[in-house]
């Protein structure tokens, strides 16, 4: 169906055509709406899930009951060697681009609008072409017969199908980075600042932005060159580091490219289920450029072979891997200092944080002492270790962090309550312990010396990977539950249209009452059109601020009823809060 | 205790950990030859491990699929011999794709297995160093076994990097030790040279 539906050209006699059934067709193809488009790549996100979770299962299933060499089961069935290593491949690559990505991109082009209250798109043709751009491209990969993890393993030959395929991709996830950065400025009044969140996805599309160039610039060289495949001579096949160092200038933004989207997010849900302002506000807010810049130069510990001076190394290798963790750390203390002593209520969405937070604690943990250690570096290199760290960050840390926000989104998206709070949990259980298991046997392999990427190995290390399926299939059983509640959620949820989610107006207020508490508030500046009580406490608060557009933020200061009422955690009505709303709808499109 | 100085004091003890890291750490960083066990890893361009005293030295060139050692066992191009206790230099090259020189004994921590490794870049040339231990020993022969690391391609069922291997014997220091590996070798022994002599 995706590898056919390339963007139409919309102005195609719109009119003439009073076909249903083509109207349908069109709005799929073009997204107008920021809710819509959102939908849309909710679907998406979640059909990579199953496509590279099941490529995911067939590994672990064959691993789990081989030791032999044989790929058992399913050799008997033609199942070869070939097609084992090229599902590893297409596990990584669509997980990657295909689930993280578009679930990222569903969450941060539904929270910018929403959260900025111009509830728009910046570019919508852009964005709806990159996002077709990403299908066309990930389709193309899937079906490009690649063996290769990737590109940076050249001189390594891919089919040049797959060279194009992640040219296309590339410049589709670019498009979709730009179309969201414009969507993030779009209409942007001369006093208008960005809250948290939208810094965080700011920052996050500027980094991926700069760092797509570098590995575009590659995937060219690489066409252009006998390597491409396609004929062309125009450059030399790519010297390795050179090739190694653009790819993974691309990769170490990209592999915070997911969390950073929603991390902003996350601070301000932690703070509504604490029901009080976020410990340091200015903290977290200092954070975001130093994550930006370390994100940038942590790249060069994949830079393992290259004769640089060993200083250079020095800085960028070891000291910024290792302070990597300071901005990480700091903001996990500050939510968990948010959190102290409050009685939140835990639902699967706080679960999922909390488990995401450790996630990112363990997995960043095990993988600081790598590049700085040699030592151990060489001792853990390329074997299971690896594969665990990152399960840890993206599995755990990345999309457990997505699974939080989207049981807020999905259902105000739809216009309806959560379906089952309870299979909610029971995702939750599945997803951590399931990952977890998983995460632990292929940590404790990596020590016992398990290489990586391989099809046979010693009886030693098969009791471990007994485990990792058993938990494979845990989290994939546990994705089914989600798939289900969301498909009942739909169906079957009770009615409850969302004009304002309570996140965004408990979330500001909370956010507002910080920067009152440390005397940052400036009542001039304001961070959304949707009015919002300025804080929670009602001390200082200044007269209403004439905004360009005549709705300050400050407008409702003093309906402390509202807040109250908010911060049960209950969606408000469309009619208590949306009749206030400045905005209109633009989802209904 | 004020807000502001909780935050600061907490930079400063996480900033303080990571110097603290970076320095205690910095011997081992890149430093080749340790007494015990210990190794480095690296570029040759950049750096030859500082090694003191007497060491072995082993070429090892990767090609799909297969590891070509020198000296290496009459006969057999992908096994070599070595002797425990004299620290062995591995140069490593790559003949066409990236591979891993990965030795393992597939041991876990209660057999007291051991692994390590170096990746082979083509157009670079990187070593690692290892001082295989005497206290290993079955017999009067150890193995190691090599395989790659780094995934270099399957043509076929059987051809391919999963069934790219080498392996290492060591044998006891001292004379017996090295009239067997002068055997195995042909004569051809390793060159032996002295680290502090360079
Ligand atoms: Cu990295
Ligand atoms: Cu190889």
Redo the contacts between chains.
Sequence with gaps: MSAKSEPVAPEIEEEEVPNKAFNIFKSIIYSKGYKHFSIKLVCFGMMWLFIAGSFGLDLRTQSGFSFTGNLLPLQELGYSTIAYFQMMTYHAVVMFFGTIFTLGFSIAYYAVPTIRGTKKLGMPWMANLGHWLVVFGLMMVIGSNSQYMFTFLIPLKNPASFYVAELIQFVGDELLIIALIATAYVDKLPNEKFSIPVSFIIMDCIAMGIGIITVLGAIIWTILSPLGGLGFDVFAIPNVEVFRAAFWFESHPLVYFGSFLVLGLAVWMVTIYAKRPVYSERMVRYMIPVLFVLSMSVYIHHMAVDPIPLWIRDVFAQVATEMIAVPFVIIWTILLITLKYTKPKYDASLLFIIAAIAGNIVGGATAEPLQPIPALDFTVHNTMWIPAHIHFMMATFTLGSFFAFLYWMIPELLGRKLYSPGLGIFHFIGWSVGMGALEVAFKVQGIEGAVRREIAWPALYEPWFQMAMIGAWLAGISVIAFTTNVLMTWRMGKPNPVSVPVWLTAGMALETQAKINEGTYDPNVIYTRVPVPVGLKLAPVPAATPSSSGRGSSRMAGVSRAIAKMLKLSRMRGSELGAQAAGTDGGKS | MK?RNV?VA??LI??LT?VV??VV?TP???AGY?IAN??????A???YPPIQGPYQVVYVTCEQWQFLFSPHVVGAPTVTVVQAGVPVLFIVRSM???H?F?V??????ATQ???????A????T?F?TWNFQPTVFQGNQSLYHV????????T??GL???WMDALIIVVPHGSAGVALQSKMLGGNLPEILNGSAS
């Design positions: 807000k935050l907490w930079t996480l900033f990571v890291l970076e750490y081992y960083d890149y340790q210990n190794v480095g890893e690296g570029v361009q950049a750096d066409d794709v990236t891993g990965y393992n004994t597939e041991g876990n921590f297995g051991i692994q390590f490794g170096v990746m870049v083509p157009g670079y990187d690692v395989m790659c690391s780094e995934y270099c391609g399957v076929a069922q391919g990097h999963p």
